[in-house]
């Protein structure tokens, strides 16, 4: 049963760059079936779309973002990331890393999350 | 950019009850790319349903899907305690990922 892990610091300083990792296990990050992405949660609020990857290496990231965004596949580590620049306190969330179907573009597996705080 | 609106935002029922939760989208959405989620208090979100109706695996038969269109709803049929959560639409279209703001679902 595939599963993901985000790991990376749950303290950021304003201006800084935002690392995180997902490992993958339990299955291949190596298949056109499948796409990586990021999510994140601001406390109390909603969900919101940061970026996705393909097997392909194509990206899409979310407008709202994507001048600060960017997200990569290592299928020999069988991780993906996402690095976030300029981080403001805006940016306090948790992180969730996931799987989705290249086909109905869903989300279909989870991490459980890592909280990322921006404060100095 | 479509704009999913979820209502209501807040519903309160009783275990046993059935719930209609609606999504509307400001533009035509692809069946093939409407799901929805279920999120429990401190966990991550659940996939329970694909392709506006398909439900994911392990997800019980009283969460069904259905609309198209502009319009999607989620139906729980007989709500049991553990239903009571925070459910959310998304959608797929042009490259892009777009989330309702969400419903709780709260005992009344």
């Known amino acids: 049963q595939l599963q993901l892990q985000e790991s990376g610091p749950g303290l950021v300083k304003p201006s800084e760059a935002l690392s995180l990792t997902c490992t993958v296990s339990?299955?291949?990050?190596?298949?056109?079936?499948?796409?990586w992405g990021w999510i994140r949660q601001p406390p109390g609020k909603g969900l919101e779309w940061i970026g996705s990857?393909?097997?392909?290496?194509?990206?899409y990231y979310n407008p709202s973002l994507t001048s600060r965004v960017t997200v990569s596949l290592d299928t020999s580590k069988k991780q993906f990331s996402l690095k976030l620049s300029s981080v403001t306190a805006a940016d306090t969330a948790v992180y969730y890393c996931?799987?989705?179907?290249?086909?109905?573009?869903?989300?279909?597996?989870w991490g459980k999350g890592t909280t990322v705080t921006v404060s100095s | 950019e479509i704009v999913l609106t979820q209502s209501p935002g807040t519903l309160s029922l009783s275990p046993g009850e059935r719930a209609t939760l609606s999504c509307r989208a400001s533009?035509?959405?692809?069946?093939?790319?409407l799901a929805w989620y279920q999120q429990r208090p401190g966990q991550a979100p659940r996939l329970l349903i694909y392709g506006a109706s398909t439900r994911a695996t392990g997800i019980p038969d009283r969460f069904s899907g259905s609309g198209s269109g502009t319009d999607f709803t989620l139906t729980i049929s007989r709500l049991e305690p553990e239903d009571f959560a925070v459910y959310y639409c998304q959608q797929y279209g042009s490259s892009l990922y777009t989330f309702g703001q969400g419903t709780k679902l709260e005992i009344k």
């Open positions: 339990g299955g291949s990050t190596s298949s056109d079936n499948h796409y």
């Open positions: 533009q035509t959405v692809s069946s093939t790319y």
């Open positions: 996931h799987k989705g179907s290249s086909y109905y573009f869903n989300m279909d597996v």
């Open positions: 990857i393909f097997y392909s290496g194509n990206t």
